[in-house]
């Protein structure tokens, strides 16, 4: 058993002969979390061209070619996607021409408690890979919107396993990442504002980012992002021309959120919900968070609590990943008491206890989760003074959730022996060809599906 570094590493087949599976999603919705936006072509969601230089319309018509006029008026109405190899994108982001050495240092987009070599290394071993070297990487967008309270970040891989053999890139399969949260607490006020708005910048963006590449690339689309990316692409789908939700081959949501109740029974949701396989750790805590009908598919992981969010820490074992016959006691409890809080407040009562909650975060300065735990103790007294401030009822609701997080967060895993119930989901027939999962929303169960398979 390995992690997906390893699988990186060691995996030689190329898309044409191994189509993108599981395995090949998380590391895409991984990838997104390195630093890319200064090395490679940027888009702009509210305009339909990148930004790029040569790429609007206007561009393209001075770039006449004589010698080649079929090939640039060809150009003219479908224009490539501007992108780099992941090969040439590592070169630029860790490598000096004169050296072999990591002498470009610079910071992912990851929590503080990820350590960040890990998307370094990640990040070189695909571009090292036989697999990964050749797919590009292109249409990327970033920004942080503290007015708007949102964090958005998405990009485009394109695989080389089109037709064309001289561009094998053409027409291929356009894997668009969506990241999760990083370290800014506007991500996470996001994420937080879920409980009571629908729906947040981000989904918003999405959407337009989603639309924007389907209009101006051809070729077969898969969605994927971690955390709550992977609520970012199955929001994205739902909301889609139908001539673009056609496209679309599969949906992957590797440890991401929820929906609220009226949305997953809503038939925007149920259109697209053959394509969504989700994925997440036994432990699971992000993606238990509002209802998820479509089962999940329940993944090993090396590490306890919160921790298992962390891409790194799910098992590999060839190219699947290792399972579990269901969640953990821990992560179904932490889905009814969560749910069950959500649901006993009004939208406005959630409203009020997620900005008590970051105004507490806030109380000292701090913009960043690493920036709060980097001096944490000198904003101790701030943070109390802030929460001392607040309405008892606010207090109280604030609390509640915190306990529920805290007591999930620090869980340790308690490795259930195959007896009872889960014996007997374990050993249904035909069960050794069958991988584990479960669903969730209101409680967690096994079940065996085989969506985990991209619909070529």
């Known amino acids: 058993m390995g992690d997906i570094i390893e699988y990186a590493r060691t995996e030689t087949r190329t898309f044409a002969e191994l189509p993108l599976n599981e395995v090949d999603a998380l590391i895409f919705g991984t990838l997104i979390y390195e630093d890319v936006a200064a090395i490679c072509p940027t888009l702009m969601l509210d305009e339909s061209q990148p930004q790029s230089a040569g790429s609007s319309f206007a561009a393209r018509i001075r770039a006449f070619e004589p010698r080649h006029p079929l090939i640039w008026f060809r150009a003219l109405w479908h224009p490539a996607l501007e992108s780099v190899s992941l090969a040439d994108a590592n070169q630029e982001l860790h490598r000096s021409l004169t050296t072999d050495a990591d002498d470009k240092p610079h910071e992912p987009q990851v929590v503080s408690v990820i350590d960040p070599s890990l998307t370094h290394r990640l990040f070189e071993a695909c571009a090292l890979s036989p697999r990964f070297a050749d797919v590009r990487l292109g249409a990327v967008v970033e920004h942080i919107n503290r007015g708007e309270q949102t964090q958005f ?6 695989l080389p396993d089109g037709r064309n053999r001289r561009n094998p890139t053409h027409k291929g399969t356009l894997v668009i990442s969506f990241r999760g949260t990083d370290d800014s607490l506007i991500g996470w006020k996001e994420d937080f504002n879920m409980s009571f708005q629908y729906p947040v910048p981000a989904q918003r963006a999405a959407s337009a980012y989603l639309d924007t590449v389907a209009r101006l690339w051809q ?20 909301n889609a021309e139908p001539k673009v939700q056609r496209r679309i081959e599969h949906i992957y949501s590797l440890d991401g959120p929820g929906f609220p109740p009226e949305i997953v029974t809503s038939p925007a949701y149920q259109a697209v919900q053959p394509k969504v396989t989700k994925i997440v750790p036994d432990s699971s805590i992000v993606g238990m968070v509002f209802e998820t009908p479509e089962p999940c598919r329940v993944v090993s992981s090396d590490s306890d609590g919160i921790m298992q969010h962390s891409a790194y820490t799910w098992l590999v074992d060839g190219d699947r990943f290792v399972t579990e016959p269901d969640l953990s006691s821990s992560s179904q409890l932490f889905n009814e008491q969560l749910n069950h809080w959500i649901a006993a407040l009004t939208p406005e009562q959630r409203e009020r206890a997620v900005d008590a909650l970051f105004r507490v975060l806030h109380a000292n300065g701090a913009t960043s989760l690493s920036d709060l735990m980097g001096n944490l103790p000198a904003a101790i007294p701030s943070m109390l003074g802030a929460y001392v401030g607040l309405t008892p009822e606010d207090r109280r609701h604030l609390t509640e959730a915190l306990a529920i997080l805290f007591k999930a967060s620090t869980a340790k895993r308690k490795r259930a022996t195959t007896t009872g119930s889960a014996a007997q989901k374990a050993e249904k027939p035909g069960s050794a060809d069958s991988e584990p999962t479960a669903t969730t929303g209101g409680g967690a169960s096994a079940a065996n599906d085989d969506r985990s398979l991209p619909a070529k």
């Open 219 to 238: 070729g077969p689309i898969i969605l994927v992002g971690h955390s709550k990316g992977g609520n970012l692409a199955i929001y994205s789908a739902m």
């Open 153 to 158: 970040a998405a990009a485009t891989f394109q």
